[in-house]
């Protein structure tokens, strides 16, 4: 089989649980550090091989577009002054991929966000990769890679990335049924329950952002009835591929590869202390200024 080398990033969706920071501007263009959010992603797939990336849009996003788009007036300003370390940090623009932008014109959720990926991506798999999500400090994971390979090797009909959460946290995600529960990196599944309560869930694992599918999600995703908060829901279509027969694996995030989610201002914020401390540059000093400021407001 050839290899899978075409993405889906959906950013469509509105943020409002980051407003009034997303009022104006995209939360995928919020930055992680020195970079903003989908920057870190695209850097994700070119480093496993993407060559062709579709953005889901929609109004608002056209930062998103400017972003990855050549800035040739700044190049050559910056040029001229000199500045060739800023130089190096426009190198992303020259990465071999080439960007295709398509608009969910109604926000009627991710699978139907994926749904209009359909034309693009015709008869062959696929990866989606949220937007709003980074995997792994400074975006290294490979989990794709891995994830390509288990769709391959066990003729899947999609593969999805699994983090471990705490126990207390499930009812915040879907969830993964594994056929056994061996503990493995790899591992078929059986269901996927959408937020469960901490009785039911079947596992700790959440779905993580990262899917390789069959194109035959978009028949199941055209059979998909809305579901959770009345939008159209990826895993219930592949629930539906499932339910045909369809094998689906799960492949689990390492210790290394934490999901940082942008989606809410918890895990922004977390995400942004993190890669800020990470900084070669000014994370040592931000270090101590932290410690500082802690070490001042515990002695009040
Ligand atoms: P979220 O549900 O986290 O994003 O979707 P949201 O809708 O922007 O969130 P809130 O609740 O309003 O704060 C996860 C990913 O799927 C995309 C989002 O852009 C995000 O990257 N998405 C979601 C779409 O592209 N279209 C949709 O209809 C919904």
């Known amino acids: 089989m050839s290899d899978i080398n075409i993405a889906v990033v959906p950013v469509a969706g509105m943020g409002t649980r980051l407003l009034p920071a997303t009022k104006s501007q995209p939360k995928e263009m919020l930055p992680v550090g020195r970079k903003p959010v989908v920057q870190y992603v695209v850097d994700e797939l070119s480093r496993v091989g993407v060559t062709q990336l579709l953005f889901i849009t929609g109004s ?3 930062s998103i577009e400017n972003h990855f788009d050549l800035n040739l007036e700044l190049t050559q300003s910056l040029r001229e002054d000199g500045k060739e370390e800023l130089l190096s940090e426009l190198a992303f623009e020259r990465a071999p991929l080439q960007y295709f932008y398509t608009r969910q014109r109604r926000l009627l959720g991710l699978g139907h966000a ?3 990926s359909e034309s693009f991506v015709g008869n062959q798999p696929f990866i989606v990769a949220l937007g709003d999500s980074i995997i792994g400090m400074h975006a290294e994971s490979k989990i794709v890679e891995k994830m390509k390979q288990c769709y391959q090797d066990n003729k899947a009909v999609a593969v999805i990335a699994f983090e471990e959460v705490p126990e207390d ?3 915040q995600y879907g969830i993964a049924k594994p056929k056994k529960n061996t503990g493995q990196e790899i591992f078929e ?6 937020k469960p309560s901490v009785q039911e869930s079947p596992s700790n694992l959440a779905v993580a952002a990262r899917y390789v599918l069959s194109p035959s999600v978009f028949e199941a995703l055209r059979k998909t009835k809305p579901g959770a908060g009345d939008e159209i829901q990826l895993t219930d279509a592949i629930r539906i591929m499932m339910q045909n027969g369809g094998k689906v694996y799960g492949v689990r995030l390492s210790r290394g590869e934490k999901r940082y989610d942008i989606g809410n201002f918890g895990s922004y914020f977390r995400a942004f ?4 401390l990470a900084d070669e540059k000014f994370g040592p000093e931000l270090r101590e200024y932290v410690k500082e400021i802690i070490d001042v407001d515990s002695s009040k």
């Open 189 to 194: 599944i059986e269901d996927l329950i959408e």
């Open 273 to 276: 202390t993190e890669f800020a």
């Open 60 to 62: 608002g996003k056209t």
């Open 114 to 116: 994926v749904l209009q």
């Open 169 to 171: 946290e499930v009812s």
